[in-house]
């Protein structure tokens, strides 16, 4: 089973690691190396089975790959999940064994942080290797970045679907309002949209005025112009969609949809859908210009991180001009960087 997975997502390495000492399970996938070093975050979760953990990490490491070469990087994908309760399992000990683990790659992999991963974690990891990238000394957390990008794809997403880029008035719905989704709140509000959130963390939901709030099994089919996912993936499918009550899609998570089916079916419902590795690259453009610059520019990484906009356009005609969906013009546009 586990070779049918990497002959289907066509994977180089995949690398199980275990050390009892400090209850470290982790899986490191290394997906494509053939514009650069693999980068991609490490994930702290605690899967329902070892087969959710490889699952996920296949699809998000390949997912790395394409998100890194659409948004113009010399680097490769890869990506790491962590199995288990990050409040219970994670302490310096931990993260220095697993950073050793990221060290025996050699450079073929460079981790970064993810869902329960800090700036801070990766600097203990930085301890054991210097294959890491978004310790606090250097470019740190990537979540503002990420959460501009988003807003830039957004108003790309926007030009299209309404006729102006301009997002005032606008009604969108945020799901996850942490470090990415809270930032992207501000943005929108800035900006005179209107606000519709929900997340399981009620502490969260406090930070963000002047905003309808709505419960977790609500906000995927709030009535609003623009859906914004910035929690965890796979929340759209072919049997679920029929329900959305939005007209475009745009957000931080990744892997939103389970399938691509999903996107041919959003395709056929006249719903913009924006990839989320084209709109969600700010994170990963601002810990890969760490990597691939040798040195650290914030100004060179806002930059960068605002082309998403034009990216997201690009996407956008693409699609038009082959008669596909967005998620299947990303793909071609991606491959073509790579091949």
């Known amino acids: 089973?586990?070779?049918?997975?990497?002959?289907?997502?066509?994977?180089?390495?995949?690398?199980?690691?275990?050390?009892k000492s400090v209850g470290l399970r982790a899986i490191i996938a290394v997906h494509n190396t053939v514009r650069g070093p693999a980068l991609?975050?490490?994930?702290?979760?605690?899967?329902?089975?070892?087969?959710?953990?490889l699952f996920d990490v296949?699809?998000?490491?390949?997912?790395?790959?394409?998100?890194?070469?659409?948004?113009?990087?010399?680097?490769?994908?890869?990506?790491?999940?962590?199995?288990?309760?990050?409040?219970?399992l994670k302490s310096r000990e931990f993260l220095n064994s697993y950073g050793r683990f990221i060290d025996s790659l050699g450079g073929k992999y460079y981790t970064a942080e993810d869902v329960n991963i800090s700036s801070q974690d990766?600097?203990?990891?930085?301890?054991?290797?210097?294959?890491v990238v978004g310790t606090p000394e250097v470019s740190g957390d990537p979540g503002p970045f990420t959460a501009r990008g988003v807003y830039m794809g957004m108003k790309a997403g926007a030009k299209e679907k309404f006729g102006t880029d301009s997002l005032a008035g606008k009604t969108i719905a945020i799901q996850g309002i942490g470090s990415v989704g809270g930032?992207?709140?501000?943005?929108?509000?800035?900006?005179?949209?209107?606000?519709?959130?929900?997340?399981?963390?009620?502490?969260?939901?406090?930070k963000v005025e002047n905003a309808t709030v709505v419960s977790p099994e609500e906000i995927v089919f709030s009535e609003c112009?623009?859906?914004?996912?910035?929690?965890?993936?796979?929340?759209?499918?072919v049997n679920n969609v029929g329900n959305l009550k939005c007209k475009l899609i745009a957000g931080a998570a990744n892997n939103v949809l389970l399938d691509i089916e999903t996107g041919d079916k959003l395709t056929q419902m006249g719903i913009l859908y924006l990839p989320d590795y084209i709109v969600n690259a700010g994170g990963v453009i601002n810990c890969g210009m760490e990597v691939s610059a040798g040195h650290y520019d914030v100004n060179a990484v806002n930059a960068k991180v605002d082309e998403i906009y034009q990216t997201t356009q690009k996407i956008i005609s693409l699609a038009k001009e082959k008669n596909i969906g967005t998620h299947?013009?990303?793909?071609?546009?991606a491959y073509a960087q790579i091949n």
């Open 1 to 19: 089973m586990i070779f049918e997975k990497l002959n289907e997502y066509e994977h180089e390495q995949v690398m199980f690691v275990q050390d």
């Open 40 to 53: 991609g975050g490490t994930r702290f979760f605690d899967y329902a089975s070892e087969e959710d953990a």
């Open 58 to 88: 296949l699809r998000l490491s390949r997912g790395m790959t394409l998100k890194n070469a659409a948004a113009g990087l010399n680097l490769g994908g890869g990506k790491a999940v962590i199995i288990g309760d990050s409040k219970k």
């Open 122 to 131: 990766v600097a203990h990891m930085n301890e054991t290797t210097k294959y």
């Open 183 to 206: 930032r992207l709140c501000k943005y929108l509000a800035e900006e005179g949209a209107k606000l519709i959130i929900s997340d399981v963390n009620s502490a969260a939901l406090q």
């Open 225 to 237: 112009d623009i859906f914004a996912p910035c929690a965890m993936g796979a929340v759209l499918n």
């Open 328 to 333: 299947r013009a990303a793909d071609e546009y």
